[in-house]
Every structure is written in C-alpha cells, then in structure tokens.
C-alpha cells in the first residue's frame, strides 16, 4: 500500500475541479501592481479575494517602516522569543496593540493561526470544556483538538443552543470557554456577541473573540466586532490577524486578565517557532498608526461593500451574505462553480472559489472581499465581468431566470 492512497478521493475531486481550466487553489501572482491588482496568466486582473481589507501592503508608509528595519535589523529573527530573546520592537508592538485594545496585555504570535491555535491551548486543557461555534476556523478547531478539552460544538451564531448545551455542564469542574469569531469569512455574518456574553456570564465561562475578519473594520475604532456591539469589556480573550487589514503576517492574543502573560511559558505555538522577522513587526506596527489615525480606510471600505453588494444584487446575482466587506455570490453547484470562477479569471477578475468542506451549508461560492484600496471604477468592472461570466458559464434559460 502506499502511503498516499489516503488521497485518492481528494485528488479525485482536485482532478475534477482543475481540468478544463486552472487550479483555483493554486493561482499564481506573477507580478503585483499594487493592492488591488495583479498579473495573472499575462493579464492585468482585479484582485478582489485578497483580505487586503484596509488596502495596506502598499501603504508607503508601512513600507518605509519595514525597509528601515530589513536594513537596520536584518532578515528574521531565527528563534522563538524564550530560547533567542525578543527584539525591542516585539515587545513595542505589543504595547501598542494592548493600548489600541484597551487591554492590559498582548502577545504578538507569528501568524494569526497561531495566534489562535496558541490562545486555546493555553487557557483550556484536559479538565476543561471548550464551546465552539460549529463554522470556526481551522486554527481554532485545530487548538482545541490539542488542547485535550472536551470539544462541545453549538450550531452556528445560535444562542438558544449555545445555552443549551452549557446548561448540560452545570455541574462540571473545570472552566468553560466559549469560541467564537467576530465575523465570518464566508457569509460575512458577525457572532451575535451580545447574546453569547449573556450566556456565557449565565453558565460562568470565558468567552474567546477572533477577530481576523473584523479588525479594522467593525466598531468605531477598528477594534472589532466586540467593539461594534458595545462589549469589549465582557470578551475575556481576543485574537486577531497580521494578515489581514494590517497587511502583513503575524497575530496576537490580548485579554486583561492579569495572569494572560504566563501563555509565553505555557503555549507551544507560542514558546516553539520562530519570532515574526522586524519588517513584518514594523510594518505592522505602521499598519496599526494608520487604522488609528486615518478613519477614512473605514469609511471606504463600507462605501466599496455596499457598491459590490447592491451592484452585483441589482444584477440578478443570488448574494448570500450579510452586507459586510465580504461578498459572497451563490452558486449553483460546484462544476458551475469552477467553470464560472475560470472565466471570471479569464475576464480579469480574482475572486476566491469556495466549496465544501470550507465553506458553511455545503453551499459553493466566489466569495468577493473588497478593500478600501478599490476605486469606484473597479467595483464596476468587475460587476460588468460577473455578468459577462454569467453569460458565458449559464445556459440562456439561466440567466434570464436570475438576471434582472
Ligand atoms: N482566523 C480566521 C477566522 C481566519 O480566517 C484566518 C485565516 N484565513 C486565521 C484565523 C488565520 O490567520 P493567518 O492566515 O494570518 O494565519
């Protein structure tokens, strides 16, 4: 037997999904012009599925920062911060990311998986039980699972049946943590946190926000989805991204419990990797000047959702999202799905292809994330490219029968 027969069945459906067209899961970029645009198969393409939320990584300023420091401090750090040390400006940012989050305490991890993944496994641990919404993340999914605590799933964004299940744990000794995300990167839909707080003070637990997707966005400041809904003093633990609005790689864990720093000797995604490299910390730390000082990367970032949104509505496109940076456009099955993202591709768009099992309720996707960085005429063509697609991909009784 060899070792790989194990995946069979996936290559099977890889093969499926790439022939006839190009691997959607493995595109390559062969040039970038700037936060929006890029070269792909010869062609100048929108970039319109990047999480490039805040339009960042051209930002001159985060660039200026980060040469500074490749130059001043060298390439990376080559250890983990107990075995090689940190550098003046790990422990900067993480001052920075605390006082943006009003929170007593931060730690900076190399990537927002690990972030995550490094959160859980450092607060629960065998004798406790982890609550998680059942469309979480896989670095939240993957941190539980080597936590060693028992793993309870609610339905999605269900408070009814998050209450339930905590009820059936009324006599349990170890800690309860709740899991949840701020907002939900395939349907653009937040956690309903008002009522997850409620909950979770009724069955005395902790509740863990990640705030990948919302950063930057939500809440007046950018703080997220806690921010937004007017209960960061009630979320115990945060995570977050790098990757994201900020740009960058990286992520971290903030909470105001005054024991939150012990994770530095308790949490091996943490204490068993290398530090993230001085660019990525200062351009990071450029990103977060920018959210705090600039409010309109907000306010364009909404103005371009509601373009997109209403846009690709107003053409007959089934959007099944939450008015949110993320667009999510329902498709009718996967093969259409693939053949619709390849000539979206071919007329110069670049959205993400989502099917099962990465995305909620077995549904198939271009899931479209815009950025504060689109122009107005972008948001246009690549509406304009949809409904060329649509032409192209659906049979004429098809499209007459969804487009307006
Ligand atoms: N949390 C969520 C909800 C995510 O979607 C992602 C990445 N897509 C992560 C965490 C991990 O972040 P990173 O890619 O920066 O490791």
């Given amino acids: 037997m060899d070792i790989f027969d194990k995946y069979a069945p996936l290559l099977e459906r890889f093969q499926a999904a790439t022939s006839g067209g190009k691997n959607p899961f493995g595109v390559c970029l062969e040039d970038i012009y700037s936060a929006t645009e890029a070269k792909v198969d010869g062609r100048r393409t929108i970039l319109l599925g990047t999480n490039n939320y805040l339009g960042l990584t051209f930002n001159?300023?985060?660039?200026?920062a980060a040469t500074e420091m490749l130059k001043s401090h060298g390439t990376g750090t080559t250890g983990s911060r107990i075995a090689n040390g940190s550098y003046a400006e790990h422990e900067a940012l993480e001052k920075s990311i605390a006082e943006y989050l009003n929170r007593k305490s931060a730690i900076v991890f190399s990537t927002g998986y690990q972030a995550n993944f490094g959160v859980i496994v450092g607060l629960a641990g065998p004798k406790d039980v982890i609550f998680l919404d059942a469309d979480s993340h896989a670095s939240i999914y993957d941190g539980c699972k080597l936590s060693g605590a028992t793993l309870i799933r609610f339905r999605h964004n269900d408070t009814e049946d998050l209450d339930k299940r905590m009820s059936r744990f009324a006599d349990f000794e170890g800690c309860k943590l709740v899991v949840t995300e701020g907002l939900y990167s395939m349907l653009g839909d937040t956690a309903p946190l008002k009522e997850f707080v409620e909950v979770k003070k009724k069955h005395g637990g902790w509740l863990l926000v990640d705030e990948a997707h919302?950063?930057?966005m939500y809440g007046d400041h950018g703080r997220g989805a806690a921010e937004h809904y007017g209960v960061e003093k009630d979320v115990d633990f945060v995570a977050g991204?790098?990757?994201k609005s900020l740009g960058a790689i990286g992520g971290f864990g903030a909470s105001d419990h005054p024991m939150f720093d012990v994770l530095r000797f308790a949490s091996r995604p943490y204490m068993f990797t290398a530090s993230p490299s001085p660019a990525s910390i200062a351009s990071v730390h450029a990103a977060l000047d920018c959210m705090r000082k600039d409010p309109s990367l907000r306010t364009r970032i909404w103005e371009n959702a509601r373009h997109l949104f209403q846009g690709l509505k107003d053409?007959?496109?089934e959007v099944i999202s939450e008015l949110s940076p993320i667009v999510a456009v329902r498709m009718p099955d996967e093969a259409t799905?693939?053949?619709f993202w390849n000539r979206l591709l071919e007329n110069g768009?670049?959205?993400?292809?989502?099917?099962p099992p990465g995305t909620p309720k077995g549904v198939c996707l271009m899931r479209c994330s815009v950025s504060s960085a689109h122009e107005a005429r972008q948001i246009d063509d690549a509406i304009d490219a949809f409904v060329r697609t649509r032409s192209e991909v659906f049979s004429d009784e098809e499209v007459a029968a969804t487009a307006s």
């Fill in 60 to 64: 001159e300023d985060c660039i200026a």
């Fill in 214 to 216: 919302s950063f930057g």
């Fill in 241 to 243: 991204t790098f990757s």
């Fill in 315 to 317: 053409a007959g496109f």
């Fill in 337 to 339: 799905a693939v053949a």
């Fill in 349 to 355: 768009i670049y959205v993400n292809l989502a099917v």
